[in-house]
């Protein structure tokens, strides 16, 4: 018997579970409301019911669905619908007629970021210098596409309202019908003088290409950094997700958190086009423009003594008539007008009755509205404790925590009664100001969407998004705040966008990085007038590699490219890899002169080749399985663009650039190639100058001409020397063309060291005699050769190597290289001058801080630089500098030669005000050694000079 009551209970125990396996799940249905064709909007939203499908708990069955406006209203009257997803305007009405209440708000993607209000943009055209504010729109025509419109219409009236306007006194409203393109295509066809339009219509325009944004300006355009769109007017909260009467709370605590749970990536969200869903943002702003407006007859009206008057105005005109005819009559009628006065009277207690009903009706909807604050709060309270998101209520003035739900508590960490004795300051790690003006911008409703480091109770920074707006708890307005932990996202956020604009093998920018940047340098050539560089870059016979020693060879060797490349750029350019073996360096802020520009290019082109011609060290598996090492040598073939004014022409740079490349191929590979013919000209002949140059030591074919230096009675002190090139097919090559370029190679070196010499061997022949023993050489030195670890060392060497004074040679030295590393400077200089060298300080007055170290530098002589001594009879400011400098020579005993002397007349002003030494075209041009010899030994001991052909 027992066994037989065990089988019998199993047997109705597997019945039951049968049956409730089967059971039919709950029907929900969500209306939402559509602007486009049914279908789409239904495709748009599949991905959203499929989510609430998936993860809302218990036995539900979503199904959404689209209508038009108007079947939307016959279907919320028919109680259709458990939930309802509808724009604010919209709600509003529905919630007056339904009693909706909104449970989210939907937070759409605006421009990559997420939003969770919107406005109204007024519009005009660019052109129209008349129509500046809002005040211009008076008399105007104005182009809307609804008269229902809300972000569209609506919001524009209410903000021309608060700045005084009413829509009357606007000339005339036309209505287009949507969609709202029609607004911009009215305003911008000169049908209408301005126009409405939402947040967003404008942007997106723009995007397909309907409208260019500098053809149109924004009036009354508000500052919002968060916003992320252009805006005339206040924001109101987006989309209202709202739940009609009947719907149990355990149904609606499911949706609204499986609502907030939605992630950004999550299907629903990305079929949707939207962020996600936030907490129910404040709707009172909606409705009370709506009822201030009287945008739909359901709301409670706000009442003005206009609108009562506008209201009674017949009846209150018909009584005082009647009044005024009484008091005509009464004096002749008595007795008829009495029997008219009774009726009079009667009439005016209808009115009082029909206003005592009205305010009845006013008075009871004002205690219905009390009502249903009280459940609101009430619900607050609920879904301020239960929410599964940390939520806190702050003191918008002081930042106290006044509350935490269970949910904020255990994430930060800390229990709720510590949280309530707390600051926000001891948690938010930003600037504590920065944070209090956010609170009052949050408080102003200004901005409700904040990003904060927020620092949890075991020390661990995390980033948060908080929506924070006011609220009123207890007759006290707070900031009622949610946070979200958005780290992980931010984390994934930028290793998207490593992953849009960089090269996953080498970290170098990619193809669409590379080119944003082109572009901009394009626009910032254009303004500064300086030139770019653009260069491709190819691997010589990459592939080899790859087919013989395997794939991972090559990341490895693209890798090292990647990192030489970088070594070889400064930070304001810019190296990618396009693909393959394919590099492009882009530089920027070269040179104004094309051929300057050039030259710059190409001499990064060259350290890039030397780089990565260098030998690469790879590493490999041994045909024993041991890791090995083996050394691979690779070249690169580049092409050059030098670019300014080119437009927007990018894929013809790019086009070009590639041709280079392909040139330098075919000439032999490990090669570079300009496009632009002349260039490549200008960068083959500096080539050639600088092989030349090194022909030119080896040959012997630099010369020291020599330039005679006067005292007042112009008797012969010395000579500077200058070098010359006799070039055996060009002739004299002048200074300017080859010292700079002797600079850059480093052959000012070796030139320099040749100089020296060979003015020491002259000074030694020269002291064999009498007639020239007392003359002085001074020897131009540059900086890189005053750089020069051992340039002390080799000064004295050269000395007694020729057995000459040190007193007879002086170094001259500029302004610029003294100043570029001061103590440097004065040690070597003392080291020398204690030896017996002195020093000339060279074009002495156009630099600007050598006189803060004049009393440091053992100098001797200071050289007036010619261009004060070329106009010292004709500008006065140059007289006075040098009168300064020879001052200061004089202060500081020290000589003072003004070079560049051509007339008497500057010699005679020079002499005037104490200057001692000259130099100059006036006693005679640079000589080579044979013609200065002959110029010496003509002079006479006074020191006269006799006539001599130059």
């Known amino acids: ?281 404040n709707y009172a702003p909606v409705e009370g423009v709506m009822m201030r407006l009287k945008t739909d007859p359901d709301l409670a009206q706000e009442f003005e003594l206009r609108d009562i008057l506008h209201q009674y105005m017949q009846p209150l005109l018909g009584l005082a008539l009647l009044m005024v005819a009484a008091a005509i009559w009464l004096a002749a009628y008595l007795a008829r007008n009495n029997r008219r006065l009774r009726a009079s009277f009667a009439e005016r207690s209808l009115l009082d009755d029909a206003l005592q009903a009205a305010n009845a009706t006013l008075e009871h909807k004002v205690a219905a509205r009390t009502l249903e604050l009280q459940k609101s709060e009430a619900r607050f309270r609920q879904m301020f404790e239960s929410h599964a998101s940390p939520m806190l209520l702050i003191e918008p003035e002081s930042g106290q925590i006044v509350n935490a739900n269970l949910a904020a508590a255990n994430y930060y960490g800390y229990s709720i009664r510590q949280m309530k004795t707390m600051n926000i300051s001891q948690i938010n790690v930003s600037d504590k100001g920065e944070v209090a003006r956010e609170r009052q911008q949050a408080l102003r409703e200004e901005r409700n969407y904040f990003v904060f480091p927020h620092r949890l109770a075991d020390g661990t920074l995390r980033t948060v998004e908080v929506h924070s707006s006011p609220i009123d708890v207890d007759g006290r307005t707070l900031l009622f705040s949610v946070v979200h932990d958005i780290t992980e996202r931010k984390r994934l956020e930028q290793q998207m966008h490593d992953l849009a604009f960089y090269d996953v093998l080498t970290g170098l920018p990619n193809r669409r990085l590379l080119l944003d940047r082109l572009s901009q340098a394009l626009v910032t050539c254009v303004r500064t007038r300086q030139h770019g560089a653009l260069m491709f870059l190819d691997l010589d016979h990459f592939k080899v590699l790859n ?203 070796l030139i320099g060291n040749w100089v020296l010499d060979t003015a020491c061997a002259q000074l030694k022949v020269w002291h064999a005699g009498d007639a020239m023993s007392n003359l002085t050489l001074a020897v131009n030195v540059s900086a890189r050769q005053f750089r020069q670890p051992d340039f002390v060392e080799l000064v004295q060497a050269t000395v007694r190597k020729h057995g000459i004074p040190p007193t007879s040679l002086k170094l001259e030295l500029t302004e610029s290289l003294v100043l570029e590393d001061v103590m440097d400077s004065i040690a070597k200089m003392k080291a020398l001058k204690e030896f017996g060298v002195s020093f000339s300080m060279d074009d002495f007055g156009t630099g600007y801080s050598s006189l803060s170290y004049l009393k440091s530098l053992p100098l001797d002589q200071l050289k007036i630089d010619q261009s004060f001594v070329r106009t010292i009879a004709s500008d006065n400011a140059d007289r006075v500098m040098v009168m300064t400098i020879v001052d200061l020579g004089m202060n500081f005993e020290l000589d003072v030669v003004a070079e560049g002397v051509e007339t008497e007349a500057q010699f005679t002003l020079l002499h005037r005000y104490g200057c001692g030494n000259f130099q100059g075209y006036l006693f005679s041009k640079p000589l080579p050694l044979a013609a200065f010899e002959k110029l010496i030994g003509g002079m006479t001991p006074q020191g006269k000079p006799v006539s001599y052909p130059i």
């Not at 789409?40 to 939203?45: C, D, F, V």
């Not at 490999?620 to 080119?646: L, M, Q, W, Y």
């Open 1 to 281: 018997m027992n066994r037989l009551r065990t089988i019998l209970f199993a047997v109705s125990l597997l019945a039951g579970l049968v049956a409730t396996a089967h059971a039919a799940p709950q029907e929900v249905k969500i209306g939402v409301l559509s602007f486009r064709p049914l279908e789409q909007t239904r495709q748009q939203w599949q991905a959203t019911e499929d989510y609430l499908n998936a993860h809302v708990r218990g036995n539900y069955h979503f199904s959404m669905e689209p209508l038009f406006l108007k079947e939307m209203n016959a279907a919320a009257a028919a109680h259709r619908f458990d939930f309802i997803l509808t724009n604010p305007n919209h709600y509003i009405v529905l919630r007056a007629r339904h009693s909706l209440a909104a449970i989210a708000t939907l937070m759409p993607i605006i421009d990559g970021r997420p939003v969770d209000s919107f406005g109204g943009v007024v519009l005009a055209r660019a052109d129209r210098n008349d129509i500046r504010d809002f005040a211009d729109l008076r008399g105007r025509k104005v182009a809307a596409a609804e008269e229902q419109s809300f972000g569209a219409y609506v919001v524009q009236r209410w903000a021309l309202f608060e700045q005084g306007i009413q829509i009357g006194e606007v000339g005339k409203v036309m209505f287009t019908g949507m969609p709202q393109d029609n607004v911009v295509q009215a305003v911008l066809n000169g049908q209408a003088d301005a126009g409405f339009v939402r947040t967003g219509v404008l942007e997106n325009m723009a995007r397909e290409g309907k409208l260019e944004l500098d053809q149109v300006k924004v009036l009354n355009r508000q500052k919002d950094t968060e916003f992320p769109q252009m805006l005339s007017t206040r924001l109101y909260p987006e989309w209202a997700f709202s739940v009609l009467p009947g719907v149990s709370e355990t149904l609606k605590r499911q949706v609204v958190l499986t609502l907030l749970h939605i992630k950004p990536e999550d299907a629903a969200a990305r079929s949707g086009r939207y962020y996600g869903f936030t907490p129910p943002g």
């Open 547 to 749: 087919d013989l020693h395997g794939h991972d060879m090559g990341d490895q060797m693209l890798i090292k490219v990647g990192r030489r490349l970088r070594e070889c750029l400064r930070d304001e350019d810019s190296a990618a890899r396009f693909g393959g073996d394919e590099f492009v360096v882009m530089l920027e802020g070269l040179a104004v002169d094309a051929d300057e520009a050039a030259l710059q290019a190409e001499a990064v082109a060259e350290k890039i080749r030397q780089a990565l011609a260098r030998p690469y060290l790879l590493n490999r598996t041994g045909a024993n399985g041991d890791p090995e090492e083996f050394i691979h040598h690779c070249s690169s073939s580049i092409g050059i663009t030098v670019f300014k004014d080119h437009g927007g022409e990018i894929d013809q740079l790019l086009k070009w650039t590639d041709m280079a490349m392909y040139r330098a191929k075919e000439a032999g590979r490990n090669a570079i190639r300009f496009f632009d013919p002349t260039m490549q000209a200008a960068v083959e002949k500096r080539a050639a100058l600088e092989s030349d140059l090194y022909e030119a030591l080896a040959q012997g074919q630099f010369e020291l001409f020599y330039q005679v230096q006067v005292d007042a009675a112009r008797r012969p002190q010395g000579a500077e020397v200058l070098l010359r090139w006799n070039h055996p097919q060009r002739g004299l090559v002048p200074p300017l063309e080859f010292i700079p370029l002797a600079e850059e190679t480093g052959l000012i070196l």
